[in-house]
């Protein structure tokens, strides 16, 4: 009975291994190829590591399109994103789970019901409300349509309503408003459902292509995922730069989940989405 659970267990292990080898892999070799020329990328078979590190295809790649400016862009256009999204989730969260007003708990089910419309079908009538705006080609017309989420709403508002109302109702009696109530005792408890909205919010944020490449018209306010779109154009057939230009990008986002992983699962399990 021992040995055939080692087994089961060096089995699992073995199958775990080779599914997170197959996920990692094309990283791998996108990163391994921003340092080939573009002989060693095209020569069949394949050569896995580069004869020798050529680091100028990442200056090539600056020199070729402003990915410093599509960087900053991007930047800037995540930390609002984040912090707007936040602040409004926050607020949204505690009034479905602490006020009470008529007709709460339809109106929330509504809105869950409008997670099952896809973007796509929004943008028309969002591109239509940023060009009355008169914001195309700007960073607000990159951040507003997201300073609003109600799956990030749904997660902390299951966090919230695990939070005793005898807590609530104690420091209602002792003065507290409901607004003093929400910083210095929900949202501290709610650390790490905070953190995994932020978290998943800068990815998405940081990922964005579609939207970006209807509100943008020149290097302004494009960001990295269109910038990289428009450069494998200008590029041609310099997969080395192309490579390189991805690994610019992707990196980033990588690192972050690579340290942060744990606390997105613990913030998701916490806010009521085991499973």
Not at 47 to 67: D, G, H, Q, V
Not at 95 to 118: C, D, N
Not at 212 to 235: K, N
Request: glycine share 4%; proline share 5%.
């Amino acid at each position: 009975m021992k040995n055939d659970r080692i087994l089961a267990k060096t089995i699992t292990y073995i199958l775990l291994s080779v599914g997170a080898f197959i996920m990692v892999f094309p990283f791998i070799w996108m990163l391994l190829c921003s340092f080939k020329t573009h002989a060693e990328i095209i020569q069949n078979p394949p050569k896995i590591f580069p004869s020798k590190f050529r680091f100028e295809n990442y200056t090539k790649a600056f020199s070729m399109a402003p990915f410093g400016k599509y960087f900053i862009n991007s930047l800037v256009v995540m930390i609002l994103s984040v912090v707007c999204t936040t602040f409004t989730t926050i607020l949204g969260a505690f009034a479905f789970s602490r006020l009470k007003f008529p007709g709460k708990e339809i109106i929330f089910s509504v809105l869950l019901s409008l997670m099952m419309i896809p973007f796509e079908m929004l943008i028309i009538t969002n591109y239509t409300t940023i060009v009355k705006l008169k914001l195309i080609n700007t960073i607000p017309a990159l951040v507003l349509p997201f300073v609003a989420s109600i799956f990030y709403t749904y997660i902390l508002r299951n966090f919230f309503d695990t939070v005793s109302d005898s807590l609530y109702y104690s420091a209602r009696i002792d003065g507290a408003s409901n607004w003093k109530f929400l910083w210095r005792i929900m949202v501290p408890m709610a650390k790490p459902s905070l953190f995994t909205i932020i978290l998943l919010n800068a990815l998405s944020s940081w990922n964005s292509f579609i939207w970006p490449m209807y509100v943008t018209i020149d290097g302004r306010s494009r960001t990295l995922p269109y910038g990289l779109q428009v450069f494998t154009t200008e590029a041609g057939s310099l997969q080395e730069l192309l490579m390189a230009a991805s690994t610019i990008i992707v990196l980033p986002m990588i690192i972050l989940f690579i340290f942060a992983r744990k606390y997105i699962v613990s913030g998701v399990s916490r806010g009521g989405l085991k499973g």
